[in-house]
């Protein structure tokens, strides 16, 4: 704990460095971050699972907490007021004391609306950063002062550069989602429905299914082909052919997000397609180095998808390049190689090609790729290939110019096993990429 406490208290400093100069940048004096607010639920009386404000954890790791308050002004050390009123119907969280309390000063707060009288009076000068626009205006912020655009965009950009604590945390949730992932595959070896996998996987992990990043997803055959499938049925299928586990994890508010893809018999064209992916997706991560647009290596894995279709002899007659240049890969991998990670799954700065929010679309073949940025040392991304049976997809295929080219009997007949997916969590350094995946040993 001692080591986190003094990679908190550098993170800390970081992230003061980028208050003082977002602040001057901004004429504004500080920030309130609010951790936000419970909703409930229409018409009833109980509220969603709540989930908290990414630019609040980002510098406190306090993740459950509602109506919480942050006074950031770069230079004296940040306050935090911290909701722990007296309620017997809900457990409350004491006032913390941890390795993080030495370079926060916490201050509690008995009463949502008393935090009015506590903060400064001068708030004229001041930017909410929060989800909740009416208790800013509430607070006397003007309008164009919450949540400011100018100021959004240079955090959003710095937040994709993690320091060391947060990489350290990244590690912390890489061993959760690891164990998590392992407890998995011996559920599904074993017979069990996707419903009891899940269970498997919450248990090892340690979390509750409101605690995980984003919604397991845990799918048998067909399902695997359901990109963001979380139906979770309770019946094992009468016969087993697949296995795909996208699922993550958190620690300290800082997100895991892994997928395997697995095969119930080893011979099978579908496990040999596994192995191939598998390697595929180990040798880009090999290419990976800061200095090269990410869209770059999302090119190459449609490479190396057409590679795999002549491979496997699922399309003859046609050569590689020619399977890319006419986006006929794009329906066998119709997302993006992945994606930022970080404080969130899907994190911020994606797009962003400086700190004034510049913003690079994906390439119009490639419309839902997550990333557009120049890899830079610090961040954090996930490199996730896939290989899918979407009928909807394959239907323009089958009609149109180049269908004699593709041996539909063979895709047809991988159709139960639905699709696969890898993917890996990987830190780009200035001269290495580091897999925290790998790391752990998760085959």
């Known amino acids: 704990m001692d080591s986190l406490k003094t990679l908190y208290h550098a993170h800390i400093a970081t992230l003061q460095q980028r208050a003082q100069q977002v602040l001057a940048r901004n004429k504004l004096d500080a920030m309130l971050i609010h951790s936000g607010e419970l909703l409930t639920v229409f018409l009833d009386d109980h509220t969603y699972p709540f989930k908290v404000n990414p630019q609040f ?35 409350v969280e004491p006032l913390p004391d941890s390795f993080w309390t030495e370079d926060v000063e ?20 001041v930017a909410y950063i929060g989800p909740v626009n009416a208790r800013a205006a509430q607070l006397g912020i003007a309008s164009g002062n919450i949540n400011p655009k100018a100021v959004i965009d ?18 912390q949730a890489q061993k959760l989602a690891v164990a998590g ?130 491979k496997f002899e699922l399309v003859q007659g046609i050569s590689e390049e020619a399977l890319v240049a ?3 890969t794009g329906p066998f991998m119709p997302h993006g190689l992945g994606h930022p990670l970080g404080l969130q799954v899907h994190d911020v700065a994606g797009f962003m090609q400086d700190e004034q929010g510049t913003h690079l679309a994906a390439p ?3 419309p839902y790729l997550r990333c557009t940025r120049v890899l830079q040392p610090g961040m954090v991304l996930t490199i996730e290939p896939g290989f899918y049976i979407i009928d909807s997809l394959l239907a323009p295929l089958r009609e149109g110019r180049f269908s004699q080219h593709f041996n539909w009997q063979a895709i047809d007949a991988l159709r139960p096993y639905g699709g696969i997916r890898i993917e890996d969590n990987v830190v780009i350094h200035a001269h290495r990429v580091e897999n925290m995946t ?6």
């Open 106 to 125: 916490v201050i509690g707060l008995k009463n949502a609306d008393e935090i009015a009288q506590l903060l400064p009076a001068q708030r004229d000068n």
């Open 326 to 328: 006419e986006d006929l």
């Open 438 to 443: 790998r790391d752990l040993h998760l085959a």
């Open 181 to 310: 992932h392992r407890a998995a595959k011996e559920a599904f070896s074993a017979g069990l429905s996707e419903f009891d996998i899940n269970q498997a996987y919450l248990t090892a992990t340690g979390h509750r299914d409101t605690d995980v990043p984003y919604g397991n997803i845990i799918a048998l055959n067909e399902h695997a082909a359901v990109l963001h499938y979380t139906r979770l049925d309770h019946q094992p299928p009468a016969k087993r052919h697949s296995f795909l586990i996208d699922a993550g994890a958190e620690y300290l508010g800082y997100a895991a997000d892994l997928t395997r893809s697995y095969a119930a018999q080893s011979s099978s064209l579908y496990a040999r397609m596994v192995e191939a992916m598998n390697a595929e997706e180990l040798a880009l991560i090999a290419t990976l180095k800061a200095g090269v647009r990410y869209s770059d290596y999302h090119l190459q894995m449609h490479q190396r998808i057409a590679k795999m279709l002549l």
């Open 154 to 171: 240079y955090l959003h950009f710095h937040r994709s550069i993690k320091t060391d604590y947060e990489l350290a945390c990244m590690r």
């Open 57 to 91: 954890k980002a510098w406190v790791p306090v993740t459950q907490v509602p109506n919480c308050w942050l006074w950031i002004d770069g230079v004296n050390k940040p306050k935090l007021w911290f909701y722990s009123p007296v309620d017997y119907w809900h457990n």
């Open 364 to 366: 119009a073949q490639y």
